[in-house]
């Protein structure tokens, strides 16, 4: 089975360009959350989505960032414009429970930015 | 605001050996996952652990939880240098309640 796949896996950038992230979700998960890391903040839920809708999207720091799940195997986050402080790795991770943990989440890769 | 608090920060260890880390946390909880992060990669979830439980196992993993203390632990016997990567342990306080995750305690297996 194939896990959850991040496109660009790292992706080097000029402050001010806009930045999408990618994410496909494991076939069937009706949730799917974007996450960023960071040393400072730790593991940080930005976003989530259950069955393409966005539910909570409170932890997206500034109006700058945007997601979307046009549909149930593909969703983006974008960052316009970026920011050095943006850099960061961020997760999508998927799973057939929400936010609650009642089910495992499961991630992928990650995508690693860096905002010069 | 952070809910759980793994401890120690960092470890290290022999191959061969059992590595104890464990979690604290400020209030109730509903439930509380353990999950490993090897460099470079994603996070995977190890065990899931309710609030209604004491401990569960799997395979070399052993899980407590003791919510008189608000803490649990996570066991790993007779480690391997494939162990070495940061553990983190997650928790919701009621099931309406979002999980939130650790700073994490990073393990390394010398082997």
């Known amino acids: 089975d194939a896990g959850v796949i991040q496109s660009p896996r790292h992706e080097v950038t000029e402050m001010g360009q806009e930045v999408t992230l990618r994410c496909k979700p494991i076939s069937g998960h009706d949730y799917l959350f974007w996450y960023r890391q960071t040393m400072m903040r730790g593991l940080e839920l930005l976003i989530y989505?259950?069955?393409?809708?966005?539910?909570?999207d409170s932890g997206m720091p500034e109006d700058r960032f945007s997601a979307k799940m046009p549909n149930a195997s593909f969703s983006t986050l974008k960052i316009q414009p970026s920011e050095p402080r943006d850099s960061a790795v961020y997760f999508c991770a998927s799973s057939l429970g929400g936010p609650e943990g009642n089910q495992p989440q499961h991630f992928g890769d990650g995508t690693r930015l860096s905002i010069l | 605001s952070q809910q759980g608090e793994e401890d120690p920060q960092a470890l290290s260890i022999q191959e061969g050996e059992n590595a104890t880390m464990n979690c604290s946390y400020k209030t109730s909880i509903n439930n509380l996952q353990w999950y490993r992060q090897n460099s470079g990669r994603g996070l995977v979830h190890l065990i899931l652990i309710r609030s209604n439980e004491r401990e569960k196992h799997s395979g070399r993993l052993r899980v407590t939880l003791d919510t008189s203390k608000k803490s649990s632990s996570l066991l790993i016997t007779a480690s391997r240098a494939a162990d070495t990567a940061s553990y983190f342990c997650?928790?919701?306080?009621?099931?309406?309640?979002?999980?939130?995750f650790g700073p994490g305690t990073s393990l390394s297996v010398i082997p």
């Open positions: 997650a928790t919701a306080k009621t099931s309406y309640d979002k999980v939130i």
């Open positions: 989505f259950n069955n393409n809708v966005p539910i909570d």
